[in-house]
């Protein structure tokens, strides 16, 4: 039998339904891959008897001609998302050890219909970062190399590394992630996989840790788009649970992957044709141009007047709500309490976040409650939401000349661990072509498209209009067909020979 390992959820879906192979033997290929991939560290938490337990129970379904649209496929949940009697941690120390006794809708949605979960994914701590090197279990690795640099290993992308990591590694099929500057685009571009950040009130949020809860929004990192589209299908939804979640109706987003691109307007921003841009990126963005066009979609120039103050902006926007969203982890009521003798409540307090947190955790929420005080409230958070209300309206005005926005996801290939760690500046600027996407809420999506001459994947980026996945996807299977993207990381060429 082929490697299962390899088969995209669509691909499996049709095997399945085909009695080709049951769930247990794909689970089971994906948790005996899963143990050969240990030290790629993508997982915090496996839970192999319980995915075969529910490999079980979905063979039963199926056979029962009761199959759900992801019946038997096996997923990771990023450990950010509420899972009920599995440990949840946000990869903190503060967590560690903290069981919910609920599901997070968006994960009971994918269970709902028949996916297997093979275990929880590791992120930066609290999803604050872009290298999954903030974790309080140790750093993901990123299953591909730097040819020129073999030795060295590279970071997935963050904050959704685990995740990104575990599907290019085919130890999962596909893999939630949130994104709330960037968290699921740029690791999907670092790792070679697709990911889309949905419409702001798409995916319930509700169950999800809380990082920026007017920034976050969840969605599927899978190795097509597809398969995208069907995870997207099952997350998706309102939820009376989440306020913010809209009572919108959700699309059959596979049904309208029709291919036909004739005649969409792809606008190109001007802006984010940065200074000092690589000019390998400058040139899978003109390659992803040139695709688009031979493809009769229209190009136009665009302009995104604000886009340099989106950094500055997220960057207070971002660490003011992360401040008061952390305020909850007080020792009492989840995971970690650190608790000498004599103690009064404030000492228990100030014990259990100083060890519960990690540096950066630590650095955004001071700033977020900078940020807030009463002196400088005026000066930067009130400023930090005009400037967000301006970008927002830039892409307002955008759509106006066109339907879809192109451009590079993130402003480098994979970088090597311990780089760029000296000065958390630089690690922000990861997020320059992502973050006025979050402060916007639209939806943007980021696929393969290409390698950079070190043989490492590099990914390009369409934006939509709010609500409009569904043109995304589509033209984002355009480039997919166009790119085709067939490179495999490091570890499973390997395994392959
Ligand atoms: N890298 C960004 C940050 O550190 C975005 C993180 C995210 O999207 N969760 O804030």
Known sequence: MTDLTHLTITEALNGLENKDFTSVELTQAHIDAMADAKHLNAYVTETPERALE??????????EGKAGILDGIPLAIKDLFCTDGVQTTASSHILEGFVPTYEST??????????????????????????????YFGDVINPWKNKNRPDANLV??????????????????????TDTGGSIRQPASFCGITGIKPTYGRCSRWGVVAFASSLDQAGPMARTIEDCAL???SMAGHDPKDSTSAPKDVPDFTAGLTDDIKGLRIGIPKEYRMEGMSEEIDKLWEQGIAWLKDAGAEIVDISLPHTKYALPAYYIIAPAEASSNLARYDGVRYGLRVCDDGDNLIDMYEKTRAEGFGD?????????????????????YVKAQKIRRLIAQDFTNAYEQCDVILTPTAPSEAFAIGENEEDPLTMYLNDVYTVSINLAGLPGLSIPAGLSKNGLP???????KSWDEATILKVGQHIEKAANFTALPAIRTQKAA
């Not at 529910?54 to 056979?63: F, G, I, L």
């Not at 009971?108 to 604050?128: C, H, I, P, Q, Y």
């Not at 990914?459 to 939509?464: P, T």
């Open 231 to 233: 995870m997207l299908k």
């Open 54 to 63: 529910q490999a079980q129970q979905s063979d039963k379904r199926r056979s």
């Open 360 to 380: 950066e955790v630590k650095r955004r929420i001071m700033i977020g409650t900078y940020v807030l005080s009463a002196g400088y409230y005026d000066a930067y």
């Open 156 to 177: 997935p992308g963050g904050s959704s590394g685990g995740s990104a990591s575990a599907v290019a590694a085919r130890i999962a099929m596909g893999a939630t992630g």
């Open 106 to 135: 968006v994960s009971g949605n994918l269970l709902r219909d028949g996916a297997v979960m093979l275990g929880k994914t590791s992120l930066d701590e609290f999803a604050m970062g872009s290298s999954n090197t903030t974790s």
């Open 458 to 464: 590099l990914g390009l980026q369409l934006v939509g």
